[in-house]
């Protein structure tokens, strides 16, 4: 039985390029919201979940850290997909004869130097893999996408022109989560430690219970806050450390942690990608 990974968005997007990279082996599924993509995976349909979390030029993915310590499941690996943006158009049509290019708000921008450059005019789509599925339908020769090969080979479209994004290191990080977690691992480059928690309404808390990392020794590659249910005064902190909770010096700042946290949540433990995008 083919094994299922789901993903957010519609086929060609680039998380789905992200499943095709990540586990070619697995048929992608695609999913309408991220709840959905988790709830895929909790009721069995799909056997693992792709998540993006940030990218390099727009910063962190909205909800998805809210979503993650609720979500019943476990951070099995990390992937990278450099987001390269093609121009792609129905075939027969010349870049000469592009006038508007759809796409989602956050690509527009990223090409605009070049859309300038062409006189293209940019169009607001809700999703870049959309976008290029409705440019298919619509079959005008002045109308193109702006999406990944992936989605012009999923919609018969020609790439117009190739890699046109402004930055050379648009990057997006993706999680790939699972119903069961698994700590037996080591990867070649190190693991990563994903945790939530909250401190205690006491002075300088966040400050202590960073201090035992500092003191062990143990690389803190990330750490973000964000509300808990909308409140200003609930605030919970996400972070990623280099180390397996098994190391002794991993083992010592988790515990000093624990004294000035009211909880902690492991949220997975995977190797870490060389280089890390």
Known sequence: ????????????????????????????????????????????????????????????????????????????????????INLLAVPGAKLSDI????????????????????????????????AAREVSEAAELHSAALASELAGEIYNLNVLARHIEDSDDNTTRFLIMSRDADLSRRGAHGMITSFVFQVR?????????MGGFATNGVNMTKLESYMVDGSFTATQFYADIVGHPDDRNVQLALEELEHFTTNVEILGVYPAVQPRG
């Open 99 to 130: 006038t508007e290019a759809h796409s989602h708000l956050v690509l527009l921008p990223q090409c605009a130097g070049f859309l300038k450059q062409h006189g293209i005019q940019g169009r607001v789509s809700p999703d870049n893999a959309r």
């Open 201 to 209: 309404n006491i002075p300088a808390a966040l400050y202590k219970a």
């Open 1 to 84: 039985m083919t094994k299922r990974i789901a993903f957010q968005g519609e086929p060609g997007a680039y998380s789905h390029e992200a499943c095709r990279n990540a586990r070619p082996d697995m048929e992608a599924l695609p999913c309408r919201t991220f709840e959905d993509v988790i709830e895929s995976v909790r009721s069995g349909k799909a056997d693992l979940a792709m998540l993006p979390v940030e990218n390099t030029t727009y910063g962190r993915v909205a909800d998805i850290h809210r979503l993650l310590p609720h979500s019943g499941l476990h951070i099995i690996d990390e992937a990278f997909v450099r987001v390269h």
